[in-house]
């Protein structure tokens, strides 16, 4: 039974590429995912698990007016990303972002925060993305 040990470390060794390669993910944004701002935000900012070039950022409103924000791509890999935001009116946006990681590939998520002049600010829980595409 010698070829059993061998299959095993052919088998583990196999999976080890998979595990070591997790994919980039955004660890924090301000504004937070699903906050509630009583005013607009300056800017919008991200921040990555790992190094990363952010190649699309959109912002846009319930209706799917685009904000124009001036982002051009990062031709350079950093993990915080700031992009300064217009005069906001009262809705709700979804910031849509995708960038290229280390491991070569793409990721793209969005998340949402509103703008309610009437409202108290809120926190809602870590910057989670409601969407995925990409692996």
């Known amino acids: 039974m010698k070829i059993f ?3 095993m470390l052919v088998c583990c060794s196999s999976l080890a590429p998979c595990v070591s390669q997790a994919h980039t993910e955004l660890v924090a944004s301000n504004p937070i995912a699903g906050a509630v701002l009583p005013e607009s935000p ?3 900012e991200l921040t990555f698990s790992e190094d990363v070039q952010l190649l699309r950022l959109v912002i846009a409103d319930k209706n799917a007016h685009e904000v124009v924000t001036g982002f051009k791509p990062s031709a350079i890999t950093q993990t915080l990303f700031s992009v300064s935001m217009p005069v ?3 809705d709700t946006f979804t ?3 995708a960038v290229l ?3 070569g590939h793409r990721v793209e998520k969005s998340f ?3 703008v309610d002049t009437s409202a108290l600010p809120t926190t809602a829980p870590a910057a989670q993305s409601t969407t995925a595409h990409g692996h």
């Open 88 to 90: 906001l009116t009262q």
């Open 95 to 97: 910031v849509n972002w």
């Open 5 to 7: 040990p061998l299959i």
């Open 101 to 103: 990681g280390k491991d």
């Open 42 to 44: 300056a800017t919008i």
């Open 112 to 114: 949402s925060f509103t």
